[in-house]
T-cell receptor, first 112, second 115 residues
Framework: DQQVKQNSPSLSVQEGRISILNCDYT??????FLWYKKYPAEGPTFLIS?????DKNEDGRFTVFLNKSAKHLSLHIVPSQPGDSAVYFC???????????FGTGTRLQVTL | DVKVTQSSRYLVKRTGEKVFLECVQD?????MFWYRQDPGLGLRLIYF???????EKGDIPEGYSVSREKKERFSLILESASTNQTSMYLC??????????????FGPGTRLTVL
């Protein structure tokens, strides 16, 4: 049972445009959400997170939006750069435990 | 900076061999984790540990065991490697504090091939 879903396995965006990566979840007990970025042959690196008491968190070019009623979050990257090409994982946890549940990942390709 | 290191980047083993994957973190983190990453399946939690000598099963513990004798070191053991354990193995650590401060930091991964 996939509690965190990333339905788009891949996404291609032109440099300078907005990249929008989506994530849906089913467990209503999740109250912290994180995005990780992974380059080939490297471990995932933390990108940005959001608590369920917020609906938006911004860090430079990266913004995460949370819609609790829809159990949906999205990561916006503006403007997209070639160095953003990587696999992006959405993850969630309940806040009282460290155990993260990851989505299956979306491969972002930023083209010139 | 948090540093999580894994003993090998690439490993090739034969079916039936006992395999040890080592992970060390240098930030005095309470929690440590082992995941495997497979195409189309994302990261799946194998085992985690929230204290020395403590361990809990993750989502896919079958065929694996773990050991945490020291706070900084967490080992994943494949008792008898099988070809379906060919995967990328990722170790992570976190502070163990509740809330969004409990970010997990990952090592570079070990690409294990079982022939």
């Amino acid at each position: 049972d996939q509690q965190v879903k990333q339905n788009s396995p891949s996404l291609s965006v032109q440099e300078g445009r907005i990249s929008i990566l989506n994530c849906d979840y089913t467990n209503s007990m999740f109250d912290y959400f994180l995005w990780y970025k992974k380059y080939p042959a490297e471990g995932p690196t933390f990108l940005i997170s959001i608590s369920s008491i917020k609906d938006k968190n911004e860090d430079g070019r990266f913004t995460v939006f949370l819609n609790k009623s829809a159990k949906h979050l999205s990561l916006h990257i503006v403007p997209s750069q070639p160095g953003d090409s990587a696999v992006y994982f959405c993850a969630a946890h309940t806040g009282t435990a460290s155990k993260l549940t990851f989505g299956t990942g979306t491969r972002l390709q930023v083209t010139l | 900076d948090v540093k999580v290191t894994q003993s090998s980047r690439y490993l090739v083993k034969r079916t039936g061999e006992k395999v040890f994957l080592e992970c060390v973190q240098d930030m005095d983190h309470e929690n440590m984790f082992w995941y495997r990453q497979d195409p189309g399946l994302g990261l799946r939690l194998i085992y985690f540990s929230y204290d020395v000598k403590m361990k809990e099963k993750g989502d896919i513990p079958e065929g694996y065991s773990v050991s945490r004798e020291k706070k900084e070191r967490f080992s994943l053991i494949l008792e008898s490697a099988s070809t379906n354990q060919t995967s990328m193995y990722l170790c992570a650590s976190s502070t163990g504090l509740a809330g969004d401060t409990d970010t997990q930091y990952f090592g570079p991964g070990t690409r294990l091939t079982v022939l």
